[in-house]
């Protein structure tokens, strides 16, 4: 091969070549020279050693018979330090002892003396030729790794990206609220979701209409990850922007049921097959509107007995016509239960489906969050490959219910602590003790303190700026009660199996406030936000009414401590 062609395999490279004798050390530096830029000479194998340890060569050429430090030497202490640098060994005769040792030490080429150019040059390609290809590799290794740390990075944010769009798109406008019923109850929301992927086949819209009902919308598409997302995401988005429409009209649920299956159908494939179910329920009529396609059994609590209510459509297809919307009175009805099939279907650790269970643990369990962990308790979430979603809604013990305490007092300091001090009594007279009766006191505390500032001082928005201005403290302390205006605490205790729950309604004789200073009241940063944080890292569940002058409280008492 031309020296132009090796060359091209021997350009960055370095040399190190050691030959004792003086003609010979110069035959090979003409040779070498015009193949590598950087070259080293050294005439015997302890000054091949010290060069070696200093510039780490990228090939080494060294003859065998050498004072000082033969080459063998040399290569075994090369060895010792480096087990790639090739290394081509020159000698005019080689022992098979030699031989040996020379190939256990990885010796590339052997060269015989007198050299020959073209000999030296197929010797020097073959060992140049490899350390390219090996470098070529390295370099095709580093770049697929950094081409898959960019994938991996345009992944994790398109992940994000999909996440962020699935909250945005998923909706459930009860999370911080309750809505109050005629008879002095109220109906609060609670939610669980367990997404088994990024982009998850359940979703859900829970709504507040203007005209005082709860909308609902559960939905559960057949399979896994972005396919059933894209279905599940597209009817909710339209079940959303069908309801944000109703602003000319009062919203008629017969049409939206109808509207979005047919939606839903236009957008499946043929084999495709989905499962939704939209509720609405009206807190004063006392009923439950129900179009079911597909989805497991609602589960009611009566009377303290569990009921289960089952749909009378199939799923959805694409040649889905018109569905059947059934209605339920809610008279009795304490719990309502919502779930995709991956909750009922999922295997239980102890055999069976969980399905069994299921209206055991909703007897015994208090909001979503205390369901969920029991479900978890009895299934191995690694034997099942579903998301599971979950919608509680239960409501809160009325006033004329037997086991239901009232007490009021006036707006002032003093009042709100005999409050406190009242229902603290009548929870330590039913025999509640312990932690999380400590962490109920806690949030009533701030619930009644809630109720001073906002309903009878008519506070608002500015207990910032009267705190700044060192006001806040000469206002409490010179509160005094407007006639006729109480603060009222309703007490419940309902039996849930081996447990207690405690629900606690606080309201205040204010006129409640506008959405935005709700919103506002509802920051960490601001000072009564911190207040609501308190009062939310204390209880099992806390809600407040839509105009903001109820606040409601729920905690779960285990049997040791009542």
């Known amino acids: 091969?031309?020296?132009?062609?090796?060359?091209?395999?021997?350009?960055?490279?370095?040399?190190?070549?050691?030959?004792?004798?003086?003609?010979?050390?110069?035959?090979?530096?003409?040779?070498?020279?015009?193949?590598?830029?950087?070259?080293?000479?050294?005439?015997?194998?302890?000054?091949?050693?010290?060069?070696?340890?200093?510039?780490?060569?990228?090939?080494?050429?060294?003859?065998?018979m050498m004072p000082v430090m033969d080459g063998i030497e040399m290569l075994r202490k090369i060895r010792a330090l480096d087990q790639k640098t090739p290394?081509?060994?020159?000698?005019?005769s080689l022992e098979h002892v030699h031989l040996v040792e020379a190939i256990n030490l990885g010796v590339s080429k052997f060269l015989a003396k007198p050299l020959m150019y073209d000999l030296v040059q197929r010797a020097l390609l073959a060992v140049a030729r490899e350390l390219s290809l090996e470098r070529m590799a390295r370099e095709a290794r580093r770049k697929e790794v950094e081409l898959l740390r960019y994938r991996d990075r345009y992944h994790s944010r398109q992940e994000e990206l999909a996440r962020r769009k699935e909250q945005h798109i998923v909706l459930n406008t009860m999370e911080d609220l309750f809505l109050p019923n005629r008879d002095g109850s109220g109906w609060a929301v609670d939610l669980a979701h367990r997404p088994k992927d990024?982009?998850?086949?359940?979703?859900?819209?829970?709504?507040?209409?203007?005209?005082?009902?709860?909308?609902?919308?559960?939905?559960?598409?057949?399979?896994?990850?972005?396919?059933?997302?894209?279905?599940?995401?597209?009817?909710?988005?339209?079940?959303?922007?069908?309801?944000?429409?109703?602003?000319?009209?009062?919203?008629?649920f017969d049409d939206l049921v109808q509207h979005t299956v047919r939606y839903a159908g236009r957008n499946l494939l043929e084999d495709e097959v989905f499962s939704c179910v939209m509720l609405v329920l009206d807190p004063l009529g006392e009923t439950l509107r129900i179009a079911s396609c597909g989805m497991p059994p609602l589960h009611l609590v009566r009377h303290g007995a569990p009921e289960r209510v089952r749909g009378n459509n199939p799923p959805l297809t694409a040649f889905t016509g018109q569905v059947q919307i059934q209605e339920l009175?809610?008279?009795?009805?304490?719990?309502?239960?919502?779930?995709?099939?991956?909750?009922?279907?999922?295997?239980?650790?102890?055999?069976?489906?969980?399905?069994?269970?299921?209206?055991?643990?909703?007897?015994?369990?208090g909001a979503a969050r205390d369901l969920f962990d029991r479900f978890q308790g009895h299934c191995n979430p690694d034997d099942d490959d579903d998301d599971v979603t979950l919608i509680r809604v239960m409501r809160s013990s009325g006033c004329a219910a037997p086991a239901v305490r009232s007490f009021s007092a006036a707006g002032t300091l003093s009042g709100i602590a005999a409050l406190q001090r009242?229902?603290?009594?009548?929870?330590?007279?039913?025999?509640?003790?312990?932690?999380?009766?400590?962490?109920?006191?806690?949030?009533?505390?701030?619930?009644?303190?809630?109720?001073?500032?906002?309903?009878?001082?008519?506070?608002?928005?500015?207990?910032r700026r009267l705190l700044l201005a060192g006001e806040y403290d000469d206002l409490i302390m010179a509160a005094q009660p407007r006639p006729g205006e109480e603060i009222v605490v309703a007490v419940a205790l309902v039996e849930r199996g081996e447990r207690l729950q405690v629900w606690i309604d606080v309201r205040d004789p204010g006129p409640g406030m506008e959405e935005r200073q709700l919103v506002l009241g509802t920051s960490r940063t601001a000072p009564n936000g911190r207040g609501f944080a308190l009062m939310k890292r204390s209880v099992d569940l806390l809600r407040r009414s839509p105009q903001g002058n109820r606040i409601l409280l729920m905690q779960m008492l285990d049997r040791e401590d009542v």
């Not at 290394?87 to 005019?92: I, K, S």
């Open 329 to 365: 009175s809610l008279a009795g009805v304490s719990d309502l239960l919502l779930a995709t099939d991956g909750l009922g279907d999922a295997p239980m650790t102890a055999g069976g489906a969980y399905c069994s269970r299921l209206p055991e643990d909703l007897l015994a369990s």
């Open 87 to 92: 290394v081509v060994l020159m000698t005019a």
């Open 422 to 463: 009242q229902v603290r009594e009548s929870l330590e007279a039913a025999g509640a003790v312990g932690e999380r009766l400590e962490c109920l006191d806690l949030a009533l505390g701030e619930a009644l303190m809630n109720a001073f500032e906002h309903g009878c001082l008519r506070m608002g928005t500015d207990k």
């Open 1 to 64: 091969m031309p020296e132009w062609g090796l060359r091209e395999y021997t350009e960055g490279l370095s040399v190190l070549y050691v030959e004792d004798d003086l003609v010979g050390r110069a035959i090979i530096e003409k040779m070498l020279e015009p193949l590598f830029p950087v070259r080293y000479g050294a005439v015997n194998g302890e000054d091949g050693l010290r060069l070696f340890e200093e510039h780490r060569p990228s090939i080494v050429v060294t003859d065998l």
């Open 198 to 252: 990024i982009m998850s086949g359940d979703s859900f819209s829970v709504r507040r209409t203007d005209g005082g009902r709860l909308l609902f919308f559960l939905a559960d598409a057949m399979g896994h990850g972005l396919s059933a997302s894209v279905t599940s995401m597209l009817a909710t988005s339209f079940f959303n922007h069908s309801v944000d429409g109703c602003t000319c009209a009062p919203l008629c």
